[in-house]
């Protein structure tokens, strides 16, 4: 069916900047509900950040809101995760993913999401 496809990780040093694409194909876009995922070296898969493909507002979660955005481009349907000031500790495996309904929560969990990238990996050195 559709597919999600994660872009922009790499390696950066501390205080860099990244910027992540989720490109998706094969979906009704407005009928999405997309979020960013990243899971830690040997920690639970944990939300970073929500968006409402049909122009609903966004979410952050708190303890990186003053460092990262979401944004999409609704023409092009693609979402990006903006992190700013990286730390040794933001190294993670980022996952883009995507629900076949409209946003009831912010904050859904993991196990809700239905649709998901192979992931991209985001390495931060001091």
């Known amino acids: 069916q559709g597919q999600l496809a994660e872009s922009g990780g790499g390696s950066v040093q501390t205080g860099g900047s990244l910027r992540l694409y989720c490109t998706t194909s094969?979906?009704?876009?407005?009928?999405?509900?997309m979020g960013w995922f990243r899971q830690l070296p040997g920690k639970e898969r944990e939300l970073i950040a929500t968006i409402d493909t049909a122009g609903g507002s966004d979410y952050v979660i708190e303890s990186v809101s003053d460092r990262f955005t979401i944004s999409q481009d609704r023409a092009k349907e693609t979402t990006s995760l903006q992190m700013n000031s990286l730390k040794p500790e933001d190294t993670a495996m980022y996952y883009c993913?995507?629900?076949?309904?409209?946003?009831?929560?912010?904050?859904?969990?993991?196990?809700?999401?239905?649709?998901w990238g192979s992931g991209t990996q985001v390495t931060v050195s001091s």
């Open positions: 094969g979906y009704y876009y407005r009928r999405l509900c």
């Open positions: 993913a995507a629900v076949l309904y409209r946003c009831y929560s912010p904050k859904l969990s993991a196990v809700t999401y239905t649709e």
